[in-house]
């Protein structure tokens, strides 16, 4: 008896290699995806700009690292004791003005360079809505706990969504040739906006993305929203907030993209680096005993052949692990 619905997700014509360069951007559920890409020690760069959620702000983003962008003190603004930008998440925010603009433009600069030679660059919705300041109608990636009076709340066209994600694409696709794009949509509720409204704004980023898929040959779709609305269905698969998908779920998910994504050449390679993570992360009974010492040598000459089988893996931090006295 079959209890679920089978996915049925086609792979990409040119899956996701071990020697690739990722860029993710996106919502929160972004942030899932990038941890475990580089808990197998695949190359990411993470949300420059921090968690973003709506198209707007990710094209905005992606506009600032192909110019570059380097932002000056005008572009802050103080509130509650800390100095933040509309355009960045608040782990920038900080009370040392100048240290915030310091890490907002090196966090651009690291960004320019690396999204001149990314493989891919790997882009999660997670809502229409945009909201913008009503004092001159800028718009804004994050609230900062900002009074809701200072702001206007809108949902986006689906053709303004398109727009904006195409034109900062080609501009993209124009410095790197070989860039290409995987949309996906987050499967987090944003339930503040209510559940009519939710399903609104999921529907229309859906098909904003499949239109860019149709229309740039660069640009691909991964289902994560599908997997868990409509493949998983049901709320034992989410936190105990009903909003945010929970362990099990994001590891499905997770396991759908490997099948889909990435290079069946490269499942070995992940296996070794996983086994080699989790004895990382191992806490020893008797770290002075002759056994330990056995265990790390074990894992030291482990990580050694996989270093020399594959150099472009970065391994550094594990063998200076397995190879300090304890």
């Known amino acids: 008896m079959e209890l679920t619905l089978k996915p049925n997700i086609p792979s990409l014509s040119h899956p996701i290699l071990y020697t690739d360069q990722l860029m993710l951007l996106g919502s929160c559920f972004t942030e899932h995806m990038s941890t475990r890409l580089a808990h197998h020690k695949f190359h990411t760069l993470q949300n420059p700009h921090g968690i973003l959620f709506n198209p707007h702000s990710v094209a905005a983003s992606i506009d600032d690292y192909l110019g570059n962008k380097q932002y000056d003190e005008n572009e802050l603004f103080y509130l509650h004791e800390n100095w933040h930008s509309w355009d960045h998440h608040s782990r920038f925010s900080g009370p040392d003005k100048a240290a915030v603009m310091q890490g907002i433009n090196a966090s651009n600069q690291e960004a320019h360079a690396f999204l001149r030679q990314a493989d891919w660059l790997i882009i999660t ?33 689906i053709d303004d969504i398109v727009h904006s994600l195409k034109a900062v694409l080609e501009k993209a696709f124009q410095n790197n040739a070989h860039l290409k794009v995987l949309f996906t949509i987050s499967p987090v509720r944003h339930i503040r906006d209510g559940v009519v409204e939710n399903n609104r704004s999921k529907a229309r980023l859906i098909e ?16 994560a929203y599908e997997l868990v609305i409509d493949i998983l269905r049901d709320y034992r698969f989410y936190d105990i907030d ?66 020399q089988a594959n150099p472009y893996l ?3 931090e594990e063998l200076t692990y397995f190879s300090a006295e304890k």
């Open 208 to 223: 904003a993305v499949h239109t860019l898929c149709d229309e740039l040959i660069q640009c691909h779709y991964f289902p």
């Open 242 to 307: 009903f909003v945010h998908p929970n362990y099990l779920a994001t590891e499905y998910v997770w396991e759908q993209f490997v099948k889909a994504c990435i290079d069946p050449k490269a499942l070995p390679v992940m296996e070794q680096v996983k086994d080699i993570m989790i004895a990382k992360n191992h806490r020893p009974r008797f770290p002075g005993t002759e056994e330990h010492q056995k265990f790390l040598n074990s894992y030291r000459n482990k990580l050694t052949k996989l270093a």
């Open 125 to 157: 919705l997670g809502s229409s809505f945009q909201y913008f300041l009503k004092e001159n109608g800028r718009p804004v990636a994050n609230n900062h706990r900002a009074p809701a009076q200072w702001f206007e709340k809108k949902l986006l066209a």
């Open 314 to 316: 970065n391994l550094q």
